[in-house]
């Protein structure tokens, strides 16, 4: 079983990877992506998810190292940190490894803010930040980078390239760094973001999918409907929220730009980061086609709510009519579908 695992495991990576390469270079990493995609780019279920998954990767982690040099400021860390506490998504420590190098870049509080809530996540014993892919040897650098190291990770001193490009305010993609452009890092920027994709949102979903306080999303919603700005529609015991969406469109996408679609991208990452996980956990010396398959049922039975609620279709087959390892190809098509619907 070990070559079929392993096989599956560097393929999901490599989809994976090359995904949120994609998305990175819509947000102005250097590289290109040809990425055309209707949606929008929600940058702290990104970063998060990047925190663990480019473990697999020194160029694609390094490169969001040069892209936080340039564009950092547009991160919200409080909103990171939330995420990866609700959703159970990314790598803390090395979060906290990017913010205290960060504050050697940007003297803003926020970086010190983040590092410092990081430090009880440090590695006992320490480990390497990179990790190879199935079959090869993680490299042993020369030269630690000491802000890795002070979270228990080793590697190279970190040296970026300086070929980031400032965020493209006019690409549609990039609707949520442009709100806080207009209305500065917080809560506000991403309510009316979200506001412009959504017909009509409810204070407490708002809250939810952005991962904000509801009170403080209830008081947001209410002062502009006092200000004029939001209508309200009673739906029974429900009260919808909406602005005028055109008038708004204008100030953040453009008059003739098209509006994003929204994606729910901390569901999709919670969903890969189920899968992900599952299958790098499984020891692939001992298991074998049964056991693989009762992991990667599990996995996906995790997964399978957030993927298809995220906003994007996938496909994915109910497990229920397959037994025993008769699921394993099943699931092998439904995860290389999922990859192939983010890629393509």
């Known amino acids: 079983m070990k070559t079929s695992i392993d096989t599956f495991r560097n393929d999901f990576a490599e989809g994976v990877l090359n995904f949120i390469w994609r998305e990175w270079c819509r947000v102005c990493v250097v590289g290109a992506s040809g990425r055309t995609d209707p949606w929008a780019i929600d940058p702290e279920p990104l970063l998060a998810f990047t925190t663990e998954i480019a473990r697999h990767d020194a160029r694609v982690f390094d490169e969001v190292m040069d892209w936080l040099v340039v564009n950092g400021r547009w991160i919200n860390t409080q909103r990171l940190?939330?995420?990866?506490?609700?959703?159970?998504?990314?790598?803390?420590?090395?979060?906290?490894?990017?913010?205290s190098w960060m504050a050697g870049q940007d003297k803003s509080m926020k970086w010190r803010g983040l590092a410092q809530r990081a430090m009880s996540e440090v590695r006992k014993p320490e480990e390497p930040l990179f990790q190879a892919l199935a079959g090869k040897a993680p490299d042993s650098p020369a030269h630690a980078d000491a802000s890795f190291r002070r979270y228990g990770l080793v590697r190279e001193t970190v040296r970026t390239r300086g070929l980031t490009r400032p965020v493209n305010m006019k690409d549609t993609a990039n609707i949520m760094f442009k709100s806080r452009a207009v209305f500065g890092i917080g809560m506000r920027a991403d309510v009316m973001?979200?506001?412009?994709?959504?017909?009509?949102?409810?204070?407490?979903?708002?809250?939810?999918?952005?991962?904000?306080?509801?009170?403080?999303?209830?008081?947001?919603?209410v002062g502009l409907a006092d200000a004029g700005i939001a209508s309200v529609q009673a739906m029974g015991r429900v009260r919808q929220y909406r602005?005028?969406?055109?008038?708004?469109?204008?100030?953040?996408?453009?008059?003739?730009?098209?509006?994003?679609?929204?994606?729910?991208?901390?569901?999709?990452?919670?969903?890969?980061?189920?899968?992900?996980?599952?299958?790098?956990?499984?020891?692939?010396?001992?298991?074998?086609?049964?056991?693989?398959?009762?992991k990667m049922r599990s996995a996906m039975q995790s997964a399978r709510n957030d993927l298809l609620g995220s906003g994007i279709e996938f496909n994915i087959a109910d497990d229920k009519g397959y037994v025993a390892e008769a699921y394993l190809p099943v699931f092998m098509r439904d995860a290389r579908n999922i990859l192939k619907r983010l890629n393509d």
């Open 81 to 99: 940190s939330t995420v990866m506490q609700q959703d159970n998504v990314g790598d803390k420590a090395v979060t906290g490894a990017i913010a």
């Open 243 to 294: 602005i005028d969406r055109d008038k708004w469109r204008s100030v953040l996408v453009g008059e003739d730009a098209s509006v994003p679609r929204w994606v729910n991208w901390r569901a999709v990452m919670r969903g890969l980061t189920s899968i992900w996980r599952e299958a790098w956990a499984i020891d692939a010396t001992r298991a074998d086609e049964y056991i693989v398959s009762s």
């Open 193 to 221: 973001a979200y506001m412009v994709m959504a017909d009509g949102a409810h204070p407490r979903d708002a809250a939810r999918i952005l991962g904000y306080n509801h009170m403080r999303v209830q008081e947001l919603f």
